[in-house]
């Protein structure tokens, strides 16, 4: 069966500090990869997705960004992190077939920016 | 642009009742939609979809509504449980429209149901 592993659950990083987010999936191959994020009071917004490895696509301008080193591995970064990177972090995925039952999501990161 | 709405925020429903969550579309390529409940500090757990070719899906207490003409779509539970209480979100795909499979979630309903 598939899974979808993101860590860390938790993180408090300083103002101007790196960042880096790990997603990977397990017992599929070659997936979409997706990553959202959840801001106080707001809905998902998609901020990256990735068909194939090295290839991503960014919804939104920001402060953060995306790669795809391999074709289960998708990674969110940072160079120097902003108060309004605080937010919670989503990545999923879904098969490249179709929609199907949609994404499956992993557990988040929790990130607050202080 | 906000192409998925969920115009209440919140909703609270005695426990037995029914709980009727709304989503509305602008986007007319739309023609894939989901329902997904989060708990808190977790990921999004997909409930139920429909595709546009049909106007109503049912899944045990779930039962989604779609009214293609009013790009609107509700999610019906019948009965409600304590155990309901989560964040819904509606989301829209074209779901033939290619290779990304992009889903565009509205912003959440968060369903409180009381004992």
């Known amino acids: 069966s598939q899974t979808i592993h993101q860590w860390p659950a938790t993180l408090v990083q300083p103002v101007g500090s790196p960042l880096s987010l790990e997603c990977t999936v397990e017992g599929t191959s070659n997936p979409n990869l997706y990553w959202y994020r959840q801001a106080a009071g707001r809905g998902l917004q998609l901020l990256f997705y990735?068909?194939?490895?090295?290839?991503i696509s960014s919804e939104v301008p920001q402060n953060l960004s995306a790669s795809r080193p391999q074709d289960r591995q998708f990674i969110l970064s940072s160079k120097k992190l902003l108060l309004s990177d605080s937010g919670f972090y989503l990545c999923a995925w879904s098969s490249s077939r179709g929609l199907g039952y949609g994404y499956t999501f992993g557990s988040g990161t929790r990130l607050t920016v202080v | 642009d906000q192409q998925v709405k969920q115009n209440s925020p919140s909703l609270s429903v005695q426990e037995g009742r029914i709980s009727i969550l709304n989503c509305d579309y602008t986007n007319s390529m739309f023609d894939y939609f989901l329902w997904y409940k989060k708990y808190p500090a977790e990921g999004p757990t997909f409930l139920i979809s429909?595709?546009?070719?049909?106007d109503k899906n049912e899944d045990g207490r779930f039962t989604v509504f779609l009214n293609k003409s009013a790009k609107h779509l509700s999610l019906h539970i019948v009965p409600s449980q304590p155990g309901d209480s989560a964040v819904y979100f509606c989301a829209a795909s074209s779901f033939y429209g290619g290779a990304t499979n992009k889903l565009i979630f509205g912003t959440g309903t968060l369903l409180a149901v009381q004992p």
């Open positions: 990735s068909v194939g490895i090295g290839q």
């Open positions: 429909i595709s546009s070719i049909k």
